[in-house]
């Protein structure tokens, strides 16, 4: 058995090892350089943590008076400063040369609990091992790997991975005919199709589940939702503006539900910049001081996905229209070939901003999230 070091944990700095330079002025030089020094030669490395340089030696008794009376501010203020200029270039949209290969590998229909009904698709790629989703609402919208025959597969095969016609029933035996459903598809198949409304959806644990008022992704993924199943008879005189224009939108919509937290950083990530945040950050400097790009998404997937679904150029040259404030995020959906024409942008508004503060979110942080999203992010809210 090997001996131990009479020494503890190799985690605790030298305790017998008095600074060995004369003045008292050496300290604060021998942290700048932050190299070469005894102490620091045997004190093992540190994470590499952004705010250890704001808690390290500077601010010993007798050091400089007017280091500042917030020191975290004061790194906050540096280091945000000498990477703003890093952080402009974050802005376009990261575009796959080439699309990854998807596969919607199971759909099921899901009624909503406010009566509408979607089909969740869920799907496999050749990215990444997360399961992205589609969620689907209306029947014209259909995945084309979903329908493919499968070899030596059986009608009930079919039906149990969700590639049916129709509704499911007990008794059905085919995934071809619903009987019940035949004559209203044929009366739908005489109206004009309309582009589907689509929206790109990034997973926000905080925002969706946990009542985040950080952010406003559980507000925006309800609005989408409740957009696309806006029943037609239902755009009366009470419904709001932005849903009149939505009339003729028989063809249904999309969310392209996305497994990307926290803007593709990670859960982990995200509230280590939640921290930040309250200590003073913006969103944007958040991550960039994590030393994550404002925004680490990627939309290849999207397009893949709504290609898959039938909404590519390629069959679809009337295109779709987008919901998102972000104008990026339209170049970035249509793929490096213009896979997929966006015909028209949709604005989100938030629903505080629209109701005068009647509904919504209700928490004074949004409006900074909502602000950086302006200036920073190059978002249009209106
Ligand atoms: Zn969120």
């Not at 989703?133 to 493919?148: P, T």
């Not at 539900?257 to 803007?263: K, T």
Request: charged fraction near 20%; aromatic fraction near 4%.
């Amino acid at each position: 058995m090997a001996d131990l070091p009479a020494h503890a944990s190799p985690k605790l700095p030298p305790q017998s090892h008095p600074p060995t330079s004369s003045g008292p002025d050496a300290l604060p030089d021998d942290a700048s350089q932050g190299s070469g020094i005894t102490t620091g030669q045997q004190t093992p490395a540190l994470p590499n943590s952004l705010l250890s340089p704001a808690f390290t030696p500077p601010a010993t008794p007798g050091g400089t008076l007017n280091l500042t009376s917030n020191p975290t501010k004061a790194l906050h203020e540096s280091q945000a400063a000498s990477i703003r200029h890093q952080g402009e270039h974050t802005k376009a949209p990261k575009l796959l040369s080439q699309l990854p290969q998807v596969e919607c590998i199971v759909r099921a229909r899901i009624p909503t609990t406010n009566g509408a009904e979607m089909f969740l698709h869920l799907y496999h790629n050749d990215m990444d091992n997360k399961e992205h989703l589609a969620i689907v609402f209306g029947n014209k919208i259909r995945s084309q790997s979903l329908d493919r025959v499968y070899p030596g597969e059986t009608e009930m095969d079919r039906m149990i991975r969700g590639a049916y016609v129709g509704k499911l029933h007990p008794g059905r035996v085919s995934s071809w005919f619903d009987d019940e459903k035949n004559a209203e598809s044929q009366s739908e198949g005489q109206t004009k199709v309309e582009p589907p409304l689509v929206r790109i959806h990034s997973e926000c644990y905080t925002g969706e589940t946990a009542w985040s008022a950080r952010c406003d992704c559980g507000e925006q993924l309800d609005e989408a939702a409740r957009l696309m199943s806006f029943p037609v008879e239902d755009l009366s005189s009470d419904a709001p503006p932005e849903a009149q224009s939505l009339r003729s939108h028989s063809a249904g919509g999309v969310i392209i539900y996305l497994r990307q937290e926290g803007r593709g950083i990670g859960l982990g990530e995200k509230l280590k910049a939640y921290n930040l945040q309250d200590l003073g950050s913006d969103t944007v400097e958040a991550n960039l001081l994590l030393r994550h790009p404002a925004d680490a998404r990627s939309y290849g997937l999207a397009t893949a996905m709504l290609m898959d679904l039938g909404c590519g150029a390629d069959v679809n040259p009337d295109g779709v229209r987008l919901l998102t404030n972000n104008p990026d995020k339209v170049r970035a959906i249509e793929g490096p070939n213009r896979e997929v024409l966006v015909k028209e942008r949709v604005p989100m508004i938030p629903l505080a901003w629209r109701t005068g503060g009647q509904r919504g979110i209700k928490s004074s942080e949004i409006e900074g999230y909502l602000k950086t999203k302006i200036s920073k992010m190059g978002h249009m809210i209106q």
